[in-house]
């Protein structure tokens, strides 16, 4: 499986970007999706996760009421929808896929067994 993460890219505080990250190869119903990040300095965090079906969605405190992640099985493709973007959430955005293994395992990074290259966001202020 490749993933390949787009949409990253520069914006001011308060603005908006949409990421997307495309699946290829190997894929496999059932399938969670998500998104991670990592700041300079800091180590990975959990962004927002998303099951199969989309029915169920999962996010970062520090996300809610900002972040909307979507996906579309046909495309196999995953977003992630950024509003109000603050300068903390400057990072690099990676998303990444695995079997689903429960709920509590979703923020959890060592559940995913594949992760695309990363997408660089910056946030000024």
């Known amino acids: 499986v490749q993933l390949v993460e787009s949409g990253g890219g520069s914006v001011q505080a308060g603005g908006s970007l949409r990421l997307s990250c495309a699946a290829s190869g190997r894929t496999f119903i059932g399938n969670v999706m998500a998104w991670f990040r990592q700041a300079p300095g800091k180590e990975r965090e959990f962004v927002a996760g998303?099951?199969?079906?989309?029915?169920?969605?999962y996010y970062a405190d520090s996300v809610k009421g900002r972040f909307s992640i979507s996906r579309d099985n046909a495309k196999n493709t995953v977003y992630l929808q950024m509003n109000s973007l603050k300068p903390e959430d400057t990072a690099v955005f990676y998303c990444a896929t695995g079997a689903y293994r429960g709920s509590n395992n979703v923020p959890e990074g060592s559940s995913y067994d594949y992760w695309g290259q990363g997408t660089q966001v910056t946030v000024s202020s």
């Open positions: 998303i099951n199969w079906s989309g029915t169920r969605t």
